[in-house]
């Protein structure tokens, strides 16, 4: 069964500080992991996944997130906050193996609500 | 491209009734989701669709809760009758393939308010 866990349900950050969200996840094969945000009463938007390529992923907004297997995480950074940031980001994984019982599952965590001041 | 369309965006039902959801999804995409966002809480799927047929559904009180894919393409999902613990926001999501590989696509979803 897979998993994923959010470091942190609320994280708050001056404009321009670096932003670091933390996701370690659990599975027993090799996962496709990925961030998504969301606005209030929106659905949620892809900003990166990782697929078994390279192990630092570039995503869109400046976001970035770095696959350590040893570690099983995948945690999301951004050099500088910027207001527009603020929302809620989910951490998920899904299964990479075709056939596998979470193939195409995608299993969120609990969400971390990023809070951006001026 | 158009993205993934749901209706109604709100709905507010007394416990006991009825309600359906509309998704239709973006062209071309062979895999559907349903899924269910309580406050506080990332998505839960309820049910994954391969075209018209039944992918997963292991998540779904089918006790209340039906959907369908008719033609593989738009879908409904229906709660009946309604218990408080529904109320959450309903999220429908297409994607290429149900690998994974490819990325979802959410809708803005249905925000469902049982009293």
């Known amino acids: 069964a897979q998993s994923v866990t959010q470091l942190g349900s609320h994280v708050s950050v001056s404009e321009g500080a670096l932003v670091l969200l933390r996701c370690n996840y659990s599975?027993?094969?090799?996962?496709?992991l990925f961030w998504y945000v969301q606005y209030p009463n929106q659905g949620l938007q892809l900003l990166l996944k990782?697929?078994?390529?390279?192990?630092l992923v570039k995503g869109i907004n400046g976001f970035e997130a770095e696959f350590k297997k040893s570690e099983t995480s995948f945690h999301l950074t951004k050099p500088s906050a910027h207001m527009s940031d603020a929302a809620e980001y989910f951490c998920?994984?899904?299964?990479?193996?075709?056939?596998?019982?979470?193939?195409?599952?995608?299993?969120f965590g609990q969400g971390t609500i990023l809070t951006v001041h001026p | 491209e158009a993205g993934v369309a749901q209706s109604p965006r709100y709905k507010i039902i007394e416990k006991r009734q009825s309600v359906a959801f509309w998704c239709n999804p973006i062209?071309?995409?062979?895999?559907l989701y349903w899924y269910q966002q309580i406050l506080g809480q990332g998505p839960k799927l309820l049910i994954q669709?391969?075209?018209?047929?039944?992918?997963?559904d292991s998540q779904l009180p089918k006790d209340r809760f039906s959907a369908e894919r008719l033609k593989g393409v738009d879908s409904t999902l229906k709660i009946q009758p309604a218990k408080l613990e529904d109320s959450a926001m309903y999220l429908c999501?297409?994607?290429?393939?149900?690998?994974?590989?490819?990325?979802?696509?959410f809708g803005n979803g249905t925000r469902l308010t049982v009293t």
């Open positions: 599975s027993s094969v090799p996962p496709y």
């Open positions: 999501a297409s994607s290429l393939d149900p690998g994974g590989f490819s990325p979802l696509h």
């Open positions: 062209s071309g995409h062979a895999t």
């Open positions: 998920a994984v899904s299964d990479s193996l075709a056939g596998g019982t979470s193939y195409g599952k995608l299993t």
């Open positions: 669709f391969q075209n018209n047929g039944v992918v997963d």
């Open positions: 990782y697929t078994s390529a390279a192990t």
